[in-house]
């Protein structure tokens, strides 16, 4: 049976548990995006990172909620789960649970390790056209515990990820306020210096307040010189060494560069942590704003004083949504001398050196709290551990019991507001 010789379970060929459904003529349902974050989710609800179908929705196909969807990435991130009723692309397959298959227990099998892995088995085209070929796939043979058996399994799942949610949202807030601390330190060294007895002055900026007597008060645009990056689609990244920076940090890597480290790139959108310093050359995306020219200061303290100003205070003044450099230009902002910049990065970075190794350190330990979940899943829907009388000891849960879907089977952080490197999951919707 090849791959599945390792599964301790009754094996069936694909189509004994599934059949393929292709009902077509509900243009009236709403339009679904397949994901490999959420699952089979409502357009809407994923956001507008999709293309639309403009016509022809007698022509997409119905799905039901519990069922699966094999979509044009699966052979990178599985089979998506449907949560709920609508019509999606008539590209993708649309696979309904038979009553030996229990929803639950394929919801986390589908987005094993181990059977992602396997799909490489039935792919076909390169690179970019890779499609999963479902007539191979319909011949495979796949583990099928007894339907009583394949429930205690998401049983015990559901009960464990809580568990280990509670857990990692725990250690997220503490994050959260380690960073929040750290923000306060940079903000007083950048508006106040380190030295608390120092005469102050009256800047007559009231975001700013009283600054030292010797620092000076000038606009942002002779501080520092922006300029907004340059476009570089998906489909050209990955080819090299040089990093390509976003809004959202470090996405992808390039062959070619068009800014020298170090270098300063802020996000044209989300909070003022969207800054990021670049040691050496890399490509500023075109979401992201860079500084082209430092006009004498330190590369590292123009860093931190863009990371002290609120975004809220000038985005949106543009036409364009985000922000614009011409909107920063006009912000005041303190300029202590030259010399001392490197006096205040170096106490900066000293005082929030407990604060990053704390912040490491809870980062490692969810980092391994993810790790033990997706292990655990893998061995739990491959029979590697028997669970049945875990299962059957746990007490009721009295919260609210939540699907588990793909963000909470593999690669979670995808959708923790971290920076992701994946390309969105494109709807391909034509007739």
């Not at 800047?203 to 010189?225: A, M, Q």
């Not at 890399?282 to 590292?300: R, S, Y």
């Not at 029979?383 to 009721?396: H, I, Q, S, T, Y």
Request: glycine share 6%; net charge positive.
């Amino acid at each position: 049976m090849g791959w599945i010789d390792a599964y301790p379970l009754v094996a069936t060929p694909h189509e004994v548990s599934f059949y393929r459904a292709s009902t077509k003529g509900f243009s009236d349902e709403p339009l679904l995006a397949a994901t490999q974050t959420k699952g089979v989710v409502r357009k809407e609800d994923y956001g507008s990172r999709t293309v639309t179908a403009q016509k022809d929705f007698h022509l997409l196909k119905l799905v039901e909620q519990g069922d699966f969807v094999i979509s044009l990435r699966s052979f990178e991130g599985g089979i998506e789960a449907a949560h709920c009723r609508g019509i999606i692309s008539p590209a993708y397959t649309v696979l309904a649970p038979r009553p030996e298959a229990h929803r639950t227990y394929f919801t986390r099998f589908f987005k094993s390790p181990d059977f992602i892995r396997s799909l490489s088995l039935f792919v076909t085209g390169i690179r970019e056209g890779q499609n999963i070929d479902y007539e191979r796939l319909s011949r495979a043979y796949m583990p099928l515990p007894p339907t009583e058996e394949q429930k205690m399994i998401g049983r015990f799942l559901d009960h464990a990820n809580r568990r280990l949610e509670r857990t990692i949202r725990a250690k997220k807030k503490l994050i959260a306020l380690l960073n929040e601390q750290k923000q306060v330190i940079i903000q007083r060294a950048v508006t106040r210096g380190l030295d608390p007895t120092v005469p102050l002055k009256p800047s007559g900026i009231s975001w700013l307040g009283d600054i030292p007597k010797h620092w000076e008060v000038k606009r942002l645009k002779w501080v520092t010189r922006l300029q907004r990056g340059y476009d570089l689609p998906a489909d050209k990244r990955k080819w090299g060494t040089i990093p390509v920076v976003s809004s959202g940090g470090v996405i992808d890597s390039h062959n070619e560069s068009r800014a020298k480290g170090p270098g300063v790139v802020m996000g044209r959108y989300g909070s003022t942590d969207a800054v990021f310093y670049i040691e050496k050359d890399f490509w500023p995306h075109n979401t992201a704003l860079f500084v082209t020219d430092f006009q004498g200061n330190l590369p590292k303290w123009c860093y931190y004083l863009l990371r002290t100003i609120s975004k809220s205070d000038y985005s949106g003044k543009s036409a364009v949504p985000g922000v614009d450099r011409k909107d920063l230009y006009g912000i005041y902002v303190p300029r202590p001398p030259t010399t001392e910049q490197s006096t205040l990065v170096e106490g900066i970075e000293e005082q929030s050196k407990a604060f990053d190794d704390t912040i490491g350190r809870v980062e490692r330990e969810i980092a391994l709290l993810r790790e033990y979940r997706t292990r655990l899943i893998a061995d739990v829907v491959t029979g590697k551990l028997d669970v049945r009388e875990a299962a059957a000891r746990l007490p009721k849960e009295t919260e609210e019991q939540k699907p588990l879907d793909a963000s909470n089977v593999l690669t979670d952080a995808q959708t923790d507001d971290q920076p992701t490197t994946s390309t969105p999951l494109p709807e391909e919707a034509e007739a």
